[in-house]
């Protein structure tokens, strides 16, 4: 932090940074699907029947590179793939079911 830097400031970046991440179509509800277990790519897709494939695979790189996604290689025959929340998406997820609660109530 520079001098000319404030605590304010740096907390505001970062608040800034989280909505930025959360705030793109489709990230919390890729969140929520992970949060009782791991599911592979096809799950995620049939419980986000409206998002795209492409899309699907672009937010999954999106939330792995942020840490809040794991990808899982399993070597069993067949060889497949699932997706984790990492304990920071753990976290996410549950400040995530605050705002699904406040939108049970009021919408």
Same mark, same amino acid.
């Given at each position: 932090?520079?001098?000319?830097?404030?605590?304010?400031?740096?907390?505001?970046?970062?608040?800034?940074?989280?909505?930025?991440?959360?705030?793109?179509?489709?990230?919390?509800?890729?969140?929520?699907?992970?949060?009782?277990?791991?599911?592979?790519?096809?799950?995620?897709?049939?419980? $986000?029947? %409206?998002?795209?494939? @492409?899309?699907?695979?672009?937010?999954? +790189?999106?939330?792995? !590179?942020? =840490?809040?996604? *794991?990808?899982?290689? $399993?070597? %069993?025959?067949?060889? @497949?793939?699932?997706?984790?929340?990492? +304990?920071?998406?753990? !976290?996410? =997820?549950?400040? *995530?079911?605050?705002?699904?609660?406040?939108?049970?109530?009021?919408?």
């Amino acid at each position: 932090m520079t001098h000319k830097e404030t605590h304010d400031d740096k907390i505001c970046s970062k608040v800034e940074e989280s909505y930025h991440i959360i705030g793109k179509k489709w990230m919390c509800l890729i969140v929520h699907t992970l949060l009782k277990e791991p599911k592979r790519f096809s799950e995620i897709h049939a419980f $986000i029947p %409206d998002l795209s494939k @492409r899309v699907l695979n672009e937010r999954i +790189k999106e939330l792995e !590179e942020c =840490g809040i996604i *794991l990808r899982n290689v $399993i070597l %069993d025959r067949p060889v @497949r793939t699932e997706y984790s929340l990492t +304990k920071k998406g753990v !976290e996410l =997820g549950r400040a *995530l079911q605050e705002v699904e609660a406040w939108a049970e109530k009021w919408f």
